[in-house]
């Protein structure tokens, strides 16, 4: 009996990121900060490092605009022509998924969550077999750039 509800609370308690990570090919990190921050501080280093930002976008506000109340939910869209441009030279089916985006938001349980799209997922999706040395490059900066923004 002890073990089972050892089990349970165990699973209990890492639910959440087990459930923020499900998602198919993506990239999902917890931050202690507010959705708007944690892009916010995501924004100010992407744009330290001369990436494009394309858009900002609040789901959240949009849904209060149409009565549809929503937790905090943030999109950033941003790119680097440097590196997407090679995606799209080997197929350009790439661009429905370029430029990146990264989503932060808020979860059921106030837990606020970033995540964004894994480089070789879109990689795989587009059947892109020929820019490996890329996608380590994308996969890592990114990585490194979200840990950044996250980071206390």
Sequence with gaps: MTRILVLFVTLVFAAPSV?????????????????QKTLTRLEK???????????????SRGGKK????????????FGNPKMGTHFFTSKQT?????????????DEAGQVWIAYNDPSYI???HGIDD???IVK???????NMTNAAIAK
């Design 137 to 143: 490059k994308m996969t890592g900066a990114l990585d």
């Design 45 to 59: 280093i992407l744009r330290s490092k001369g990436i494009t930002i394309v858009k900002r976008w609040s789901h």
């Design 123 to 125: 990689a795989k999706r």
């Design 19 to 35: 459930w923020a990570g499900e998602v198919d090919g993506l990239i999902v990190k917890k931050s202690p900060y507010s959705a």
């Design 131 to 133: 820019r490996d040395d």
């Design 66 to 77: 149409a009565g549809i109340p929503l937790r905090p939910t943030e999109l950033l869209i």
């Design 94 to 106: 790439a661009g429905i998924d370029l430029p990146m985006k990264a989503l932060a938001w808020k």
